[in-house]
């Protein structure tokens, strides 16, 4: 008794080689390393919301006393500031870019 012969493709149980071999286009990306500097970073700055909330500060700009607005705190719970000039721009007329910029996660230095 001859059986008939049927293509592998044909097959219910044959399985595809090719769909089952990953390719550049199915493959996965690879996964960058995650940043533990920057991830310390933000655990420092929520840390240090945390204490500001605990006695009483969180609200205020430690600088120049200021109510930080809710919006401001919403966008950015770690806010210490109201807002700052970043370091990019250029600084007013007759003044030091120094004097005028600060980095917005660390409380300015003293001259």
Excluded: C, K, N
């Amino acid at each position: 008794m001859d059986l008939p012969r049927s293509e592998p493709d044909d097959r219910p149980d044959a399985i595809d080689e090719a769909a089952a071999t990953p390719t550049a286009e199915t493959a996965p990306a690879p996964v960058a390393a995650p940043d533990l500097e920057r991830i310390a970073g933000d655990l420092a700055d929520i840390d240090r919301a945390l204490d500001r909330l605990s006695d009483g500060s969180y609200w205020t700009d430690e600088i120049t006393g200021e109510t930080i607005p809710d919006a401001v705190l919403a966008e950015d719970p770690t806010a210490r500031r109201v807002a700052y000039v970043p370091t990019s721009q250029p600084a007013p007329h007759g003044m030091d870019a120094a004097e005028d910029s600060f980095d917005a996660g660390a409380p300015p230095t003293g001259s």
